[in-house]
């Protein structure tokens, strides 16, 4: 009696568990792409609000997308979201820290610190964001300047605000999550969120009521 | 996961600015946005092994440089120096570490990239 297989046998098992392993693979990488797919608007426009520069925010979304890519990969594609929030919110910490040192070492230079935000010559902001979609010039024009005003304020947000404040009204993660996401505790997310909304609101709500009462007249 | 105050006009407001904006990215952020996945995807899968050890010897002469510079750098006695406190959270930072333990890895990225290109 056998005890066990060999020759052709043992070469169809292997074959088979390699076949096996090496779909398995595929279909993780089929299903992290349409992941990284799903989030990478999302995790641009994030970055965007917090860099206010375009290739600063494609930095941080590579950079995230390598780390889950390598580090986490294998894990329950349902860890992947959390996951990817967290590591972007620590990339964007990084890079707020490397941007203080940078301004500090151009101030000690004697040079100006980068001014974040600040449009090539020549270039329209609001053309190198958005791109035209609507049919009517008009109000094409005014999602444009709601967008642009949003940004403004967003960016002027303390980091933590502005990132709690997206976080929970945009990805709509729990009080709970958000913490986790940011690193910090749940009365700090409730407390950001809600110093947030109240500076919002103070430079936002005129401005785009009296847009909407412009648009019905 | 639940939305804070989504009856709210104004948040219901900043909701769909925020949508619209990521729906309507320009045509080279979506490019950008698509080779950035691709090289997260192709980087996953072709990390050469041999590059695996390099990370933990970076890691450990970045710990002795700067262990040695601290060291040097200590203050005299009388020299009332005030410390850079931001500066000092940066390197003890997890997440530098993190990138200098994967430093060897980005130049290899880099240098694949330069190929490519």
Redesign the interface.
Known sequence: MPTGQSGPGLARIEHTGYTACRRTALDN?AA??HF??SV???A??LALIATSN?EDA?DI??DA??R???RY?DRDAEEWGPLFQRITQ??I??WY??N??RNRFRQWLGGKPAQDGEAEPGEDPLE????S?DPEPGVQLQ?QQ??AQ??AALHRLPLRQQQVF?L???E???VR?TAQAMGCGEGSVKTH?SRA?KA??AE??DY?QMNEQQEIR | ?????HKDP??Q???A???????????A??R???Q??Y???E???R?PAWLLPMGGLAAAATVAVFSVSLWLAAPQPGVNEQLPL??L??LE?S??LE?YEDLD?YLW?DDEQQDAG
């Open positions: 990488s992290l792409d990284l797919a990478e608007r999302r641009y426009r375009h494609l979304v590579q997308m390598l889950l890519a390598r990969a620590s990339v910490r990084d820290r490397r203080a040192v190198a964001r958005v791109a979609a999602q709601a967008m949003l940004d997206l929970r009204q945009w709509g993660l729990s999550d969120f909304l919002l609101r936002l709500q785009w | 996961m639940s939305k804070p105050e104004f948040l407001q900043v909701q600015t925020l949508e619209r904006s990521a729906q309507t990215l320009d045509d952020t979506l950008e946005l698509r950035a996945r090289t997260a995807l980087a996953r899968q990390r931001e500066d959270a940066l930072d997440e530098s990138f890895f990225l």
